[in-house]
C-alpha cells in the first residue's frame, strides 16, 4: 500500500515531495482548496505518482486535465 511506502520514508525523502505539493498548492490554492485533506494527500499523491501509482485518482485527474500539469517530480 502506497501509504505505508510514503510513511516509510525518510523525512529528507519526503521533504522533497511536500515541497513538490506545495509548490502546486501555492499556486493553484484556489482549485486545489475543494479537496479535503489535500495538505496530506497531495505529497502522497506525488509520491505514488512518481512511482507510477496511484493514490487519490480525483487529486490527480484534476491535476492531469482541468490545470493541465504532470504530476512529476
Not at 12 to 19: A, D, E, H, P, V
Not at 51 to 69: A, D, H, T, V
Amino acid at each position: 500500500m502506497i501509504e505505508q511506502e510514503w510513511n516509510n520514508l525518510s523525512e529528507t525523502q519526503q521533504s522533497k515531495y511536500l515541497k513538490h505539493s506545495n509548490k502546486l498548492l501555492n499556486q493553484y490554492q484556489n482549485k486545489l482548496s475543494s479537496f479535503s485533506n489535500i495538505e496530506t494527500s497531495l505529497p502522497i499523491c506525488c509520491f505514488a505518482v512518481s512511482k507510477n501509482q496511484s493514490y487519490n485518482n480525483s487529486i490527480e485527474g484534476y491535476c492531469r486535465m482541468l490545470l493541465n500539469i504532470e504530476l512529476k517530480i
